[in-house]
Structure formats: structure tokens, C-alpha cells
């Protein structure tokens, strides 16, 4: 699919970066437009997790280039880039709640942090919202010991939300779900993109997610981007390591 540059909102060229002397990722090249779901497959130590560890600043690339919203991140100070991951969200693989705190109280933690002119009622009113999305309202006074997996993922997932990020980043959404809760989220997933028009870059093993999620499946092997297609294309692939991800 040819994306014209004025269309991405995540733009990556030649991205690398090295750990002492193991290269992780090698010339990456990758675009995300508005509204996209972006599937990143790779065994692991493929490079996924640092993929996206480089695009909010959390991990510092060698070599390359990282355009957000048209910026290039590597020329921001310190405040233009937390302004920056304010609008992405990153769920991470074990949701990240804070253990002594409600999910009430886990849900306002990121208005307080970020939207501190919020009023009470605006913040409940948020937080009312974002549960209703993902179907747990009843959980509100719940601490995370008292939750499910797929309500500790829902609940993660919520919490990003509540920010209304224009990109979501996912790193192994359904890891450790049972197979129809795991279906679950990826559905929500999926929802998440209709509803709010957000940009996402998934990193899973899960195909079933991938299948459900995907507008467009990059798949990386030893740091190199090798393949690029809607899931359909790739599981039909001349390549039989490609393939052998769809089997």
C-alpha cells in the first residue's frame, strides 16, 4: 500500500539500534496513518518491544529517524516530548495497575498527572466513560488483586484510554489470556479503533488477534522488516518463514 507521507502520523526511517554489540533493529522503516491498526509479528529478541520502546523515548535509537504528528521526536526537549506521549497510549503486557490503589483511583491517577485543571465531576465523568467502553462499570471500588485477567487487561486498557490518545501502543495484548477472553480483547480492540479514530501498533504472537486487529501485518526477523501485507497475502507467502507464522 503506497502511504503518502503527508498521511502518516507515525513515520520511522532507517531506524537503528544496537545493545553492546547485538544490532536489535536495522533500518526500520515504518508508517502508521490516522486510524490504522499496525500488527508487528517477530519471534522473540526479534526487536518488536524496542521498536516501540524507541518511538515514545523510552529507549534511545543509534541511527534513524522517528516523526510523530510530523515532529521529529529526536529534535524535542524534554517537555514537547511528554507533551507528545500524552496523546499515546501503551498498554503494557502485565496492564501496569497500581496495586494499592482502586480502579476508581487508578483510572483519575493519569487526569490528575496530566489534566490537572479537571474539575471531580469532569474526572468521575471520565472514568465513568471509559468503563462503560470496555464493559466493566461495576468494577469501579474494585482493588486489581480482585480482578480477572482479561478485567486486569480491560481495566489497563481503560486507563489509557482515559487520556484519548490519538496513537495506542500494545505490546502482547492477550499474552497470558485464556483463548475467548483473549478474543475478547482483541474485539475491544478493534472497537477502540472504530470509536475514536485512534493509530495503534500491536506487537503479538497471538494470530488470532493479528486476523481480528490488523489493517496491515509488518513481520520482523532479526531486526529487519522481511514482510509487509493484510494477513490474507502473507499466509499465502512464496516465503515459508513468513508462512510459518500463519500455520
Known amino acids: 500500500m ?4 503527508q498521511d502518516a502520523i507515525v513515520r520511522i526511517r532507517n531506524l537503528g539500534k544496537s545493545f553492546v554489540d547485538n544490532d536489535i533493529l536495522k ?3 515504518l508508517d502508521v496513518c ?14 518488536k518491544t524496542t ?6 523515548g523510552l529507549v534511545e535509537y543509534d541511527e534513524g529517524e522517528i516523526f510523530v504528528f510530523g515532529k521529529d521526536i529526536s529534535k524535542m526537549t524534554y517537555k514537547e516530548l511528554n507533551e507528545v506521549r500524552v496523546k ?4 503494557f503486557q502485565n496492564s501496569a495497575l497500581y496495586d494499592s490503589m482502586t480502579v476508581r483511583e487508578n483510572l483519575a491517577f ?3 498527572h496530566h489534566k490537572k485543571s479537571y474539575s471531580p465531576e469532569k474526572i468521575e465523568s471520565l472514568i465513568a466513560e471509559v468503563l462503560e ?9 474494585k482493588m486489581p488483586a480482585e480482578l480477572s485477567g482479561g478485567m486486569t487487561k480491560r481495566i489497563g486498557l481503560a486507563r489509557t484510554l482515559i487520556l484519548k490518545p490519538d496513537i495506542m501502543l500494545y505490546d ?4 497470558g489470556l485464556d483463548t475467548a477472553t483473549a478474543k475478547e480483547i482483541s474485539q475491544l480492540m478493534l472497537d477502540v479503533q472504530k470509536k475514536n479514530k485512534t493509530s495503534s501498533i500491536i506487537i503479538t504472537h497471538d494470530m488470532t488477534c493479528a486476523k481480528t486487529t490488523a489493517d496491515r501485518i509488518l513481520i520482523l526477523k532479526e531486526g529487519v522488516i522481511i514482510a509487509e501485507g493484510i494477513y490474507e497475502e502473507l499466509e499465502k507467502s512464496e516465503d515459508e518463514w513468513v508462512r510459518s507464522f500463519f500455520m
Open 110 to 112: 493519569p487526569l490528575r
Open 133 to 141: 467502553n470496555v464493559g466493566l462499570m461495576e468494577a469501579v471500588d
Open 172 to 175: 502482547e495484548p492477550t499474552a
Open 51 to 56: 521498536l516501540i520502546k524507541c518511538l515514545i
Open 88 to 91: 499515546m497510549g501503551f498498554l
Open 2 to 5: 503506497e502511504i503518502q507521507e
Open 34 to 47: 490516522k486510524g490504522e491498526n499496525v500488527v508487528v509479528l517477530g519471534k522473540s529478541g526479534s526487536g
Open 27 to 29: 533500518s526500520v522503516n
